[in-house]
T-cell receptor, first 114, second 113 residues
Framework: DTAVSQTPKYLVTQMGNDKSIKCEQNLGHDTMYWYKQDSKKFLKIMFSYNNKELIINETVPNRFSPKSPDKAHLNLHINSLELGDSAVYFC?????????????FGDGTRLSIL | QKEVEQNSGPLSVPEGAIASLNCTYSDRGSQSFFWYRQYSGKSPELIMSIYSNGDKEDGRFTAQLNKASQYVSLLIRDSQPSDSATYLCAVKSSGGSNYKLTFGKGTLLTVNP
């Protein structure tokens, strides 16, 4: 059983398009996260939700909009994709409040903008 | 800006040796510290968590925390080629509603057979 699953695994699209990435966790965790890992492998938090409530919203362009329909799901919608959005996007989850407990990562979504 | 610093490496050790990975952090109030391993093209995988000063051992891995000096390290004993990966140090920021984990840029470890 996959603990944190993301779809799609690969996403290749053209500049200006709108795309969504979905994430689901079956660990019963309260908190979910989106991270971006760039070409230099630097992993940076974008958003965090705790029990469907937005807790962390880092300095991210408002073209990125997360949505958590329930605490087991956290989706990421990206409008007007730009070349700089090319990266690997990881979803993660943890028990309890954000940050204090170990986070479990999904396999990542590799986004390539043409 | 709360920072986590790691030597990017690459750190190269022979098989069977001890690999020592270091991490320093700027937020003196940090309370939770984690080491993740990331193989190329894969997702980060938790190896160790440590919350209090001293050493914590788990198999071949030992995490060491010194809050006064603001550093955390990871020792890998009897290093194996399968340990070759990037090791990410992560620190939970303190204070207010800032509950995020800040990751270092990672240290690339290569274990040579």
């Amino acid at each position: 059983d996959t603990a944190v699953s993301q779809t799609p695994k690969y996403l290749v699209t053209q500049m200006g398009n709108d795309k969504s990435i979905k994430c689901e966790q079956n660990l019963g965790h309260d908190t979910m996260y989106w991270y971006k890992q760039d070409s230099k492998k630097f992993l940076k938090i974008m958003f965090s939700y705790n029990n469907k409530e937005l807790i962390i919203n880092e300095t991210v362009p408002n073209r990125f909009s997360p949505k958590s329909p329930d605490k087991a799901h956290l989706n990421l919608h990206i409008n007007s994709l730009e070349l700089g959005d090319s990266a690997v996007y990881f979803c993660a989850s943890s028990q309890g409040p954000p940050g204090g407990q170990p986070q479990h990562f999904g396999d990542g979504t590799r986004l390539s903008i043409l | 800006q709360k920072e986590v610093e790691q030597n990017s490496g690459p750190l190269s050790v022979p098989e069977g040796a001890i690999a020592s990975l270091n991490c320093t952090y700027s937020d003196r109030g940090s309370q939770s510290f984690f080491w993740y391993r990331q193989y190329s093209g894969k997702s980060p995988e938790l190896i160790m968590s440590i919350y209090s000063n001293g050493d914590k051992e788990d198999g071949r891995f030992t995490a060491q925390l010194n809050k006064a000096s603001q550093y955390v390290s990871l020792l890998i004993r009897d290093s194996q080629p399968s340990d070759s990966a990037t090791y990410l140090c992560a620190v939970k920021s303190s204070g207010g509603s800032n509950y995020k984990l800040t990751f270092g840029k990672g240290t690339l470890l290569t274990v040579n057979p």
